[in-house]
T-cell receptor, first 111, second 113 residues
């Protein structure tokens, strides 16, 4: 059983398009995150949700809109994609902020 | 502002030696510190957590120290193996009520046979 699963694994799209990435965790965790890892490999936090409520928004452009329909799901919708959005996006979950489990990542390529 | 620093240069060591990775942080007081391992093309995997009142923690060949005075954690892998080659990330973390998990830049470890 996959603890944190995100789909799709790969996403290639044109500039200006809108796309979504989905994430689900079956660990019963109360906190979920989205991270962006760029070509320099730095893992940067984007959003943090606790019990479906947005806790952290790290100065991410408002083209990025997370949505948490319930505690087990955190989706990321991106409008008007730009070249600079190309990266690997990771979803993660944890109890509080301890011992996080990560998904396998979504490699987004904007052309 | 809060800062987390890890050696950006890769650490190259020979199999069987002890690898020591450093994590320094400034401008905050974490209640605990976590270490994760990331392999290419995969998400980070949790390894160890050490609390501020613990000086040292061990798990198999891994040892972590936490010095709140120096604002530093050291991560040791003894008897290193080529399979230990990966990027290691530290995450000094505030109390559990603060749901923000922020990582250092990571240090790439290369263990050669």
């Amino acid at each position: 059983d996959t603890a944190v699963s995100q789909t799709p694994k790969y996403l290639v799209t044109q500039m200006g398009n809108d796309k979504s990435i989905k994430c689900e965790q079956n660990l019963g965790h109360d906190t979920m995150y989205w991270y962006k890892q760029d070509s320099k490999k730095f893992l940067k936090i984007m959003f943090s949700y606790n019990n479906k409520e947005l806790i952290i928004n790290e100065t991410v452009p408002n083209r990025f809109s997370p949505k948490s329909p319930d505690k087990a799901h955190l989706n990321l919708h991106i409008n008007s994609l730009e070249l600079g959005d190309s990266a690997v996006y990771f979803c993660a979950s944890s109890h509080g902020s301890r011992k996080a489990f990560f998904g396998q990542g979504t490699r987004l390529t904007v052309v | 502002s809060q800062k987390i620093e890890q050696n950006s240069e890769a650490l190259n060591i020979q199999e069987g030696k002890t690898a020591t990775l450093t994590c320094n942080y400034t401008n905050y007081s974490p209640a605990y510190l976590q270490w994760y391992r990331q392999d290419p093309g995969r998400g980070p995997v949790f390894l160890l957590l050490i609390r501020e009142n613990e000086k040292e923690k061990r798990k198999e060949r891994l040892k972590v120290t936490f010095d709140t005075t120096l604002k530093q954690s050291l991560f040791h892998i003894t008897a290193s193996q080529p399979a230990d080659s990966a990027t290691y990330l530290c995450a000094p973390t505030l109390n559990t009520g603060f749901q923000k998990l922020v990582f250092g830049t990571g240090t790439r470890l290369l263990v050669s046979p």
